[in-house]
């Protein structure tokens, strides 16, 4: 339930809510869940992930959707938020026996309306390339379960390439695997390629091409989410440790590091631009990183249990260069084509861009504004605006130098940048993947204690002689720094 003013909550079930660009409406035709649901049991069942692809049919339809509900996984048709899908004729559908489904990624190069290469990690620890169109099994990897006995948390192909992928495992180790190499009937042995601030890399010592091909050992404790970054070039690692770690994927070395304010993170999403990153977890928070300048920019108050997910808006995110912005309404296509979006693709080597215009003598404003997401096992979605007063604060330099604000750790902080954002409780039911809305819209600091969602305090970037809780750290290939994490 959306809190009120004063603390006191409502039943009210709202099915819309209002944004900069229009108006988000629940539409219950947009619902996947097993065909004939069942009672929902949270007992020793995995959380429901959901991958998309699009296969580039000529009839116009070509997204398909994958998700999985406890021993089961399903792959449909994705007729959108329009059309109503049919549950009960799925493309393909798996049911699985002693292991369960934790989490899968399509390959979006191979993807064919006759074929698609679809990653299936287990709870066991193996992972499994199937195709759901031509239901054919193509391999298992780590069948045995000698390379990693722990469960698969995370898998994705990695970007530009047919045949790599990586894995995730709660032991914390993180696997490169090749799907033309087969997996040894005896355990890998390592040797050390390189090492770092709490990870390693190791090869695998074989005569002949087996996987892995690499290990990479990250932190203390299970490495929770990865994502690469959209040039593919980075790879940012959550871990349960507290620590947010971004390597060069290439080179494998370690580009920056935050820490948490309390607890484990258990999510990461990049910036359609690779300039922000935004983690959340153990800690009720949403904490977003500054890619180049290698601090946290802000934390957002809003959820009250852990955030289980984080993800960008690609369409809401934005670059205005002052024009008016226009008004939206019509369908989902006039939508899209309203959309200023810009996503700079070279933002690490790139040393002008649009954001610059800022500091530029154009008199024109230029309105920066990132919008994302976040789901809390108190099933609560909130959106949030991540706009330009929070990016780049106007702060006198002798205020900077001297003050810095501390966040109580008993406490949560009332003042700061405001972030506007939009909380929606969802009703979890029967195992599906949507449910019902309860909107609030919030955009002003010094809520009421209850209010959700609360406000998305900016940090400062102040050398301080102890790097404390939620401070970020570069390595000595990017200089030298640290930053107090405060809000």
């Known amino acids: 339930m959306a809190a009120e003013g004063g603390g006191k909550e409502t039943n009210d079930i709202k099915t819309q809510f209002t944004t900069r660009e229009g108006v988000y409406k629940l539409l219950t035709l947009s619902e996947y869940s097993r065909p004939n649901r069942v009672p929902f049991n949270s007992q020793g069942s995995n959380p429901v992930k959901v991958s998309f692809v699009n296969v580039n049919d000529q009839s116009g339809n070509g997204d398909r959707i994958c998700f999985n509900v406890g021993r089961e996984l399903y792959f449909y048709i994705y007729k959108g938020v329009r059309k109503a899908a049919d549950l009960s004729k799925p493309i393909d559908k798996r049911i699985y026996k002693g292991t369960q489904p934790t989490c899968h990624d399509f390959n979006p190069l191979t993807a064919t309306a006759e074929s698609v290469s679809l990653l299936v990690g287990f709870s066991a620890g193996q992972v499994q390339?199937?195709?759901?169109?031509?239901?054919?099994?193509?391999?298992?990897?780590?069948?045995?379960?000698?390379?990693?006995?722990?469960?698969?948390?995370?898998?994705?192909w990695v970007p530009g390439s047919e045949s790599l992928f990586l894995v995730a495992h709660s032991s914390g180790s993180m696997y490169l695997y090749n799907v033309e190499n087969t997996c040894g009937t005896t355990a890998p042995h390592y040797q050390l390629l390189k090492q770092g601030e709490n990870y390693a890399v190791h090869t695998?010592?074989?005569?002949?091409?087996?996987?892995?091909?690499?290990?990479?050992?990250?932190?203390?404790?299970?490495?929770?989410?990865?994502?690469?970054?959209?040039?593919?070039?980075?790879?940012?690692?959550?871990?349960?440790?507290?620590?947010?770690?971004?390597?060069?994927?290439?080179?494998?070395?370690?580009?920056g590091t935050m820490k948490s304010y309390f607890g484990g993170l258990l999510c990461v999403c990049w910036s359609p631009d690779g300039r922000y990153i935004v983690s959340g977890g153990e800690d009720d928070l949403v904490t977003v990183w500054s890619f180049l300048d290698c601090r946290v920019i802000a934390r957002g108050h809003g959820h009250k249990s852990w955030v289980s997910v984080v993800a960008f808006d690609h369409c809401t995110t934005s670059v205005d260069d002052g024009d008016p912005p226009s008004e939206f309404s019509g369908s989902d296509e006039d939508f899209h084509e309203q959309i200023h979006f810009a996503a700079g693709r070279d933002r690490a080597n790139s040393s002008q861009s649009r954001l610059s215009k800022r500091n530029s003598t154009d008199s024109r404003p230029v309105s920066v504004t990132y919008r994302f997401g976040s789901v809390g096992q108190d099933t609560q979605l909130c959106l949030w605006d991540l706009t330009e007063d929070i990016l780049f604060p106007h702060l006198p330099l002798s205020r900077a130098r001297t003050h810095t604000n501390v966040m109580s750790a008993t406490s949560p902080p009332t003042t700061g940048q405001t972030i506007t954002t939009v909380s929606i409780t969802t009703t979890t039911n029967s195992s599906g993947?949507?449910?019902?809305?309860?909107?609030?819209?919030?955009?002003?600091?010094?809520?009421?204690?209850?209010?959700?969602?609360?406000?998305?305090?900016?940090?400062?970037?102040?050398?301080?002689?102890?790097?404390?809780?939620?401070?970020?750290?570069t390595n000595s290939h990017t200089g030298s720094s640290s930053s107090s994490s405060t809000t």
């Open 433 to 473: 993947t949507n449910g019902n809305d309860n909107v609030s819209n919030s955009s002003s600091s010094g809520n009421p204690p209850n209010s959700l969602p609360g406000t998305l305090p900016r940090s400062n970037s102040l050398p301080q002689s102890a790097n404390p809780a939620g401070g970020s750290t």
């Open 129 to 156: 390339l199937i195709d759901p169109i031509k239901k054919e099994t193509s391999k298992l990897f780590n069948e045995e379960r000698l390379i990693d006995k722990s469960r698969v948390t995370c898998v994705r």
């Open 204 to 255: 695998c010592k074989s005569k002949s091409a087996r996987n892995p091909l690499l290990r990479w050992t990250i932190g203390e404790g299970a490495l929770n989410e990865f994502a690469f970054s959209p040039d593919g070039k980075f790879l940012a690692c959550a871990s349960q440790d507290g620590f947010l770690r971004v390597f060069g994927f290439d080179a494998a070395e370690l580009h």
